[in-house]
């Protein structure tokens, strides 16, 4: 069943001798709990397509649907509420507050949104992405691989509908690589949890269910790789 539908999307910027096509009448549809790859050179629109889903963004033309709502119907307050409450957002540079300690970058997205963590949930989430004891370390006290746990951790904690990654393992090593591709697959198995990752590592787009690659704004190719949602 097609949880995410992408329709006749289009994304221009500039104008006359001047526009450029980001995104070129884009379609497709991603059912609940796939993890899709998302590659594509430089320029071929990867980013652009991955901020107008997630909301941060908006199209020149075309619909995204998330659950059977359209996502750019809902006015602009409705929208922020969005973007808080259903989409997980996971960047290459971390995007971490560097005066809050690891808890506090993890459950800031829940505390923006007027909600108080569940302790129980806090301490969970700390386990899983393996940083229970280092809660209290500022982003300047953690390696990189750490710093991207917790902008995981900041992802999932508000239990997103669909968590959306920008090269997520582009600033880490080999080893730091593969632990970030286990943690999102166990939460992707274990929550159903819709993924997209954009990513240039042609091994971490072979572990996710489903390729898509971008060029000049348009899918040419879309395969599955066998790895099962």
């Known amino acids: 069943m ?3 539908k992408i329709e006749n999307l289009c994304k221009t910027y500039g104008s006359g001798e001047n526009q450029v096509k980001a995104l070129d009448d884009i379609s497709f549809t991603v059912p609940k709990g ?9 320029g071929s629109g990867k980013s652009t397509l991955l901020h107008i889903l997630g909301a941060v963004d908006s199209p020149t033309s075309g619909k995204v649907w998330l659950d059977g709502q359209d996502v750019f119907a809902q006015n602009q307050k409705n929208l922020a509420v969005f973007r808080r409450r259903q989409v997980g957002l996971i960047y290459q540079f971390y995007n971490l ?8 970058n993890m459950t800031l997205p829940m505390l923006m ?3 108080k963590p569940d302790p129980a949930q ?3 989430m700390l386990s899983l992405m393996g940083l229970s004891e280092r809660r209290k370390h500022l982003p300047s006290q953690l390696s990189g691989g750490q710093q991207q746990r917790v902008s995981i951790g900041r992802a999932l904690f508000t239990s997103p509908a669909v968590l959306l990654a920008d090269e997520p393992t582009g600033n880490l090593d080999s080893k730091n ?4 591709m286990t943690l999102l697959r166990k939460s992707n198995q274990e929550r159903r949890q819709t993924m997209l990752i954009i990513t240039h590592d042609e091994n971490i787009a072979l572990q996710c269910d489903r390729i898509l690659t971008l060029s000049d704004g348009k899918i040419i190719q879309d395969v599955m790789t ?3 949602a």
């Open 122 to 124: 806090v301490e969970e």
């Open 113 to 115: 949104d007027g909600r």
């Open 226 to 228: 066998g790895q099962g």
């Open 2 to 4: 097609e949880f995410l």
């Open 97 to 104: 507050i560097p005066v809050l300690n690891a808890e506090e």
């Open 177 to 180: 690589s593969m632990e970030i």
């Open 34 to 42: 796939q993890m899709t790859a998302v590659i594509g050179a430089s």
